[in-house]
């Protein structure tokens, strides 16, 4: 009994242990009234809103018509929403959107086999004014390389190269090709920035069209580039890089030193809503000028995409009517406007379709092009060439028209040629970039 006793006893001291010590607690950090602070506002001069502005930009953009090329098919790391809003720019610009490559369901770009891509590249740039490159994953081969090399320099076609450093890209297996490297590296800024140190803010531009308008751009995730031609973007002295020392200039924003290249070491600037902070809406809109107003120069290699108008069709005579019809629905097949004409009109696009011996109708164009037709056929890029079983194809272009010469000896060689200029072999009669002959048996 005295055990069980003992037992209890020690059982009651434990909470009311417990109980001296909650009461000793709540006297001690609880005195039983609470004092707040007093109230007041804070004053107007105290209260800092954030860095980042928003801006809107009224424009009436400059129409051309063109299209713009954009490669998806490189396994491109962006989504096609994020250049929605840039690409709308260009098309208010009058230019279509053509894409080298898909997206997926989810909005990411496609992976093509190399044969492929090289062969969608050459197809789709013959009918493009500019070309859009953003984060490609896999590298252009020295085939592509030299087919946009000959797109940018022969042909005065535009790039625009997009990478940054927080994606995976290999860009520069393209951007070397003009002389342009970016660097593996990011920019920041511990001084001035916007959201955090490496959200930068540049005020200094070199005088270009690209920077035409900007008083201060802010970009997100950008990297320096080197390039032979000029940098565009000057960041301040605070701006560091985390990969190499201040003895360099550090660019994010530069031209190639034929200028037909801009190259950019940021996205964010053109993806909503960053795309309206400071002067980015300017910056997009300089950039979509930039695209749209492309010097591009056709050749023959290039039909029909040289044309940009309704084009007449001039027959040499009624036996050519069905000649005629083939070729006006070749163009429609190619999505071009035609119509079947009696009389050259010389503000307009033409094809003229002839036989040999109404040569002498077409004669200024011939002459300008350094062909003869007589008992044969005489060109500054071949021996003579006797016209049985012959066409030959010229191209002329003056003060922005196009007219394509097509001459056979009989009205079946005439089909021919029109039928190889629909399947793509025309391409290989070509004798120079605006002339071509071809054996039609």
Known sequence: MSDLLNRHGKLLVFPAAAVVFFLGALLFFYRGTYDPPPSGEI?????QPPVSTFATLAETPPISRGTLLVDAGHTNDYFREEVSAFLSKVSRRGYDIDFLGTFSTFGTASRLSDSIRLETLQEKL???????VIQPLIAYTTEEVAEVQRFVLEKGGRLMLVADPTRDHRINSIAGGFGITFRPDYLYNLVDYDLNYQDII????????????????SL?????????????????????????????????????????????GDMTFMV??????YDNARLNSNLANFLTQSQRQFQLADFP??????????????????AGAQMKGLLEDLQVVSQIRAVENLDRDSVYLGLFDDAVNVSQYLQLAGVQIDDTIRTPFAPDIAPEETAVAILHQSSG????????????SLASVLDQLGSGDFR????GDFVGVYKTS
């Open 401 to 412: 028209r196009q007219v394509l010469v097509i001459l056979a000896d009989t009205p079946d």
């Open 202 to 217: 540049i005020t200094e531009f070199r005088a270009d069209e690209i920077t035409s308008g900007l008083g201060s751009i």
């Open 43 to 47: 004053p107007a001069h105290r209260i």
């Open 305 to 322: 995409h040289f044309f940009r108008d309704d084009v007449d069709i001039i027959l040499s005579g009624s036996a050519l009517v069905d």
């Open 272 to 277: 909503p809503p960053q795309d309206g902070i």
């Open 126 to 132: 013959r009918g493009a004014d500019s070309f859009l």
């Open 220 to 264: 997100y995730a950008a990297g320096s580039l080197q390039s032979a031609g000029p940098g565009l973007a000057i960041p301040d002295a605070n701006t560091q890089s985390s990969l190499v020392k201040n003895i360099e200039p550090l660019y994010p924003l530069v031209k190639s030193a034929d200028g037909g290249v801009v190259a950019i």
């Open 428 to 431: 290989g009669g070509l004798l």
